[in-house]
């Protein structure tokens, strides 16, 4: 049959005249009713509604075509027809000798690919249950199926499969964000948000969805449909301390009475540790040192084991220049939360700021005796000889560290940049990397030495490593954008800078410190990138 069909095609091919070759796809249709391929040429030689007509009769002669069952899918999206696109008309019936699901989904693709955005989601939305056993858990097969569909970029078929799996599991929250991610990657602001009300309808309780949508609201300039959304969501979950902390999104913190009485109503409702912390931190923000000493005071009677706030009132001494006063605050915190190993850091700097080196040793050893094996702490007892400038002691600290822990990334990466000659920095790395596996801080050190060698395609590849490892670490971000200010061109920073924003990274040795500022309190994660840049050596 295949010569035939061939046969009638290459005749068809060398007919100059449409009308002819036409008459000749009829002809052969009679003479081969089973071939699909011909069915299809027919239908395209012709006007939209012989086309319909043909399919009609294809569908007749060769139930089983998918092909033919796609091609009237396109049709029906091409002629404008408003009804319901469908795709596996008799599927259900012939589906044991047509596709497998997998099958089914790569014809989605095919569809995308060619532009039939439409029949790429009526393919999905009638096989996706294709293959699946009773036993079988749906949400994670199909979930899969989406994940494979993106990595291949193929975004239509994975939305389609994402509104498939949401119409089965409508309260799933993680099912929401994977779409919310998809739309995020590679959808529009109106997609995300039409996806995001969608989910805070379908899961009225979660505080994921609720914040997500209001902050999209936000971003679009919505601030009091923001609110009226957060504030809907407060009666619906009046003691979640998340929700309430969302409600001040949008207020004009220079503006205090309105978002104080919210913090007042919240430590009223809510009076977790959490909300104390955020009230605190408000009243440091507008200069308040005093009325936030007071609110720590208070907190502290409730959440005495709260390691946060006790570092809050020390810092607030310290603005003040009273170190006394600071000091008895990280002492009292350390009694109180001996495991805090930012109280003791905290407690050790203080003492180096005011001028007792000695005191800020004897601090760390005292941590370092009550959190063994703990990186930081033997990292900062390093730091401490090196201002010292005590390189002969700083090594020596280095060496009884890395006996202790000798699998920190943030140990070897001190070692590599700060005790290391220029010229064994690269026989360090090799070491660090035999003894570190899979460590953001290396990463990005080893990327540094790199760089310095000239071997900058090298270098991009370890600082993209290092954000695949963890990028919640701002520090990385920022010494990728140095990097790529240095060697790279205009629309590589920006993309660095969108995926940072993104992403919203919250932790890094300077990031942290630039990001909790009082001054930077109401700056964007750009902003804060850049700063973060222009401090980093």
């Known amino acids: 049959m295949k010569l035939a069909v061939a046969a009638w095609k290459e005749a068809v091919r060398q007919e100059e005249d449409p009308e002819k070759a036409r008459r000749l796809l009829v002809k052969a249709t009679e003479a081969i009713p089973a071939s699909s391929e011909l069915w299809l040429a027919l239908a395209r030689h012709g006007t939209p509604d012989q086309a319909r007509e043909v399919l009609n009769q294809a569908r007749v002669a060769v139930p089983t075509s998918h092909d033919i069952e796609i091609a009237a899918a396109r049709l029906q999206k091409q002629t404008g027809d408003s009804g319901e696109v469908v795709v596996t008309k008799r599927a259900e019936a012939q589906k044991s000798v047509i596709l497998t699901r997998q099958e089914w989904i790569s014809e989605a693709e095919k569809c995308e690919d060619q532009g039939a955005i439409v029949a790429c989601d009526a393919i999905i939305r009638e096989t996706l249950g294709y293959d699946v056993n009773k036993g079988d858990d749906r949400r994670k097969l199909w979930m899969k199926d989406a994940r494979s569909c993106i990595a291949r970029g193929k975004y239509e078929t994975a939305r389609a499969i994402y509104a498939c799996t949401l119409r089965s599991f409508a309260s799933v929250k993680f099912v929401w964000f994977a779409a919310a991610n998809l739309e995020i990657d590679h959808g529009s602001p109106e997609a995300l948000r039409q996806l995001l009300e969608n989910a805070a309808e379908a899961c009225p309780r979660s505080e994921e969805c609720l914040i997500e949508l209001a902050k999209v609201k936000c971003q679009a300039g919505e601030i009091d449909g923001a609110r009226r959304l957060l504030i809907t969501a407060i009666h619906l979950n009046p003691d979640n301390e998340t929700i309430w902390i969302a409600a001040l999104m949008g207020v004009d913190k220079r503006l205090a009475d309105e978002p104080r009485e919210v913090f007042r109503t919240m430590r009223q409702v809510v009076g977790s540790e959490r909300v104390w912390i955020k009230s605190v931190a408000f009243e440091r923000q507008l200069g308040n040192v005093a009325v936030a000493l007071d609110l720590v005071a208070r907190a ?220 930077n309190a109401s700056k964007t994660t750009e902003e804060i990138l850049k700063i973060v840049v222009g401090l980093m050596r």
């Open 300 to 519: 502290l009677r409730f959440h005495s084991k709260t390691a946060k706030l006790w570092m809050m009132k020390g810092q607030l001494y310290e603005n003040i220049m009273e170190p006394p006063q600071a000091r008895d605050a990280y002492n009292e915190g350390i009694r109180a939360c001996p495991t805090s190993v930012p109280l003791w850091l905290l407690a050790s700097r203080l003492e180096e700021k005011i001028g007792f080196p000695v005191a800020a040793r004897a601090v760390l050893r005292r941590a370092r005796h009550a959190i063994p094996k703990n990186a930081e702490l033997w990292t900062e007892s390093v730091r401490v000889e090196r201002r010292a400038k005590n390189g002969a002691r700083a090594k020596g600290v280095m060496a009884i560290a890395l006996q202790e822990v000798p699998n920190s990334g943030l140990l070897w990466s001190e070692k590599i940049w700060r005790l290391e000659r220029r010229a064994t920095r690269t026989v360090c790395c090799l070491e660090a990397m035999e003894r570190v596996r899979s460590d953001a801080t290396l990463s990005v050190t080893v990327a540094r030495v790199i760089e310095k060698e000239g071997r900058l395609n090298s270098a991009m590849l370890w600082f993209e490593e290092a954000i695949f490892l963890d990028a919640d670490l701002g520090d990385t971000w920022g010494r990728y954008l140095r990097f790529l200010m240095r060697h790279g061109t205009d629309e590589h920073q920006q993309t660095l800078i969108s995926k940072c924003v993104r992403q919203q990274p919250r932790h890094g040795e300077i990031w942290q410190a630039v990001a909790k500022y009082p001054a």
